[in-house]
């Protein structure tokens, strides 16, 4: 936009923290011994400078690190980033003084690519970016000019992950700093501004929650700011002055107080909640270089490590990504270690393209997909014997080389005599017959091992399949019942295939 940019997100940091650091000394700590802190909490990404060339950098703290990331930030002003809920993306903003457009952008840290999904309006600039925890959904702050008295209002843009907006909400504040989704994704953290009458530039500062469904707003602290929240979502850290670190409950009631005060700018909570991280200042903030601060919440012991980073104005904790892969399945889920091996095995990348952070255990599987997972996972264990059918109904299909190698293997013969049935759902009697025919099960164990699949067609497949250990019943902990007719879920596809072959 052509007038003058007074959001600009590094020039307010400047008038907020150059003031309170130019000549402030710290004494350093000694750095921890390698591999004492800050445990299994992964790498910091910090937007400063190093050598004079300014970016993001990933900052592995045991041992220490450095890595740049080949974003191009040169010439533009990098408002604020994200991590996808699983570490693998990252959200970020950022302003082309030569466009005059600021753009939301992604960057996938496996491959580097970097894509532009969305551009703000022209009368709007955008600030902080947030990822949902489900990894479905972003937010972006928004500030646009008007035509009223103080020129100024906020806003926040939630779009999908491709970018296309999902809904506009606009705020009764001037500006809106950052804004951080809680970590249960039920209401979104705000940092909001209000022009000062009194002293037009100065901004009164603010620190709410927002529900995103119903847009209740709900201001907790004044005169906060650079506000993030505790990974269990109960408590938020905050600077309540130039000087200090709080902590507060989501009422704003403050819970901790640090004494000798820890600068309060930029906070970023470790993903197990242990350490809180923050800049800290080796001299002035724009001739010197800082430290990565680290208290331990459970003992109040302060670290430092000296990173080489000059002019920091943002620093983030990268997510943990959970050992099945996908955010939507924890440790606590019963199948979480089968669908783990299923992603490493390479046979499922995730239910929700590109991003590919959720796995969706509890989703139906269809007889297309069930045919695309069987050839994933038994192509080389089992070969095809024949010609594959020639179904009439699976032409338009995604799966139909799938659909067209599994029946050539003998493992199905359709849904009828011309059909395979691509979009029905898969019932676990067929996912039986299916495993029993691909992995030869003879062993029935005897005969009649549930009490309700006396009517099934699939029967004896039903008995070699649990003879085999692939199933154990659908009524834990008796079993007696095997459920023919329920669908097959993802979560239990995983398991069945990994007690199958794993």
Not at 38 to 56: M, Q, T
Not at 265 to 282: E, K, V
Not at 481 to 502: D, E, Y
């Amino acid at each position: 936009m052509s007038s003058p940019r007074l959001c600009s997100r590094p020039q307010r940091l400047h008038r907020f923290v150059c003031v309170a650091a130019i000549g402030c000394l710290v004494v350093l700590l000694p750095s921890p011994v390698s591999g004492s802190l800050p445990g299994d909490n992964g790498e910091l990404l910090i937007f400063g400078g190093v050598g004079g060339e300014r970016g993001l950098y990933l900052v592995d703290l045991q041992p220490l690190s450095l890595t740049k990331l080949p974003i191009e930030v040169h010439d533009l002003d990098l408002y604020s980033a994200s991590w996808s809920p699983t570490g693998s993306y990252l959200a970020f903003t950022r302003y082309d003084p030569a466009s005059e457009e600021h753009g939301l952008w992604l960057y996938q840290l496996a491959t580097g690519e970097t894509r532009q999904i969305r551009t703000a309006e022209h009368d709007e600039e955008y600030t902080g970016v947030s990822w949902s925890p489900s990894g479905s959904e972003l937010v972006v702050g928004t500030i646009r000019q008007t035509l009223e008295e103080d020129g100024w209002m906020a806003g926040l843009d939630r779009v999908t992950p491709e970018g296309s907006l999902i809904d506009e909400v606009i705020l009764p504040a001037h500006f809106v700093w950052e804004v951080e989704w809680s970590p249960t994704g039920s209401e979104l953290l705000l940092w909001l501004g209000w022009i000062n009458e009194v002293n037009y530039g100065d901004t009164r500062n603010s620190i709410c929650l927002l529900s995103p469904e119903t847009e209740d707003l709900d201001c907790i602290v004044n005169d906060g700011l650079w506000p993030s929240w505790s990974p269990d979502g109960m408590h938020i850290a905050l600077n309540t002055d130039p000087e200090g670190l709080a902590v507060v409950n989501r009422a704003g009631s403050i819970v901790h107080e640090f004494d000798p005060p820890l600068p309060g700018r930029m906070t970023t909570w470790s993903p197990d909640g242990r350490f809180i991280a923050y800049p800290w200042y080796l001299g002035e903030q724009e001739a010197g270089q800082y430290a990565v601060g680290l208290v331990d919440l459970g003992t109040v012991e302060r670290h430092a490590y000296v990173a080489g980073i000059s002019n920091v104005l943002d620093m983030w904790w990268r997510p943990q990504r959970p050992a099945s892969g996908f955010v939507d399945v924890p440790g606590t889920y019963g199948f979480a270690a089968d669908v783990a091996w299923f992603a490493a095995g390479g046979y499922t990348d995730g239910c929700n393209p590109p991003l590919n952070t959720l796995f969706c255990p509890d989703a139906h599987v269809t007889r297309g997909q069930m045919a695309a997972f069987l050839h994933r996972t038994l192509d080389g264990v089992v070969e095809p014997s024949g010609a594959p059918i020639d179904f009439t109904d699976d032409d338009d299909s995604t799966f139909v080389e799938d659909i067209a190698w599994l029946s050539s293997t003998g493992i199905t013969k359709g849904c009828t005599a011309t059909e395979y049935c691509p979009e029905r759902p898969v019932t676990r009697g067929e996912m039986a017959a299916f495993l029993v025919r691909a992995l030869g099960y003879s062993d029935d164990g005897g005969g009649d091992l549930f009490v309700d699949d006396d009517e099934s067609l699939f029967e004896s497949d039903i008995d070699r399949f649990a003879t085999a250990g692939v199933t154990r019943g659908c009524n834990p902990p008796v079993n007696n019942r095997f459920c023919p007719g329920s669908n097959v879920t993802r979560g239990q596809m995983a398991a069945f295939l990994h007690r199958a072959l794993g």
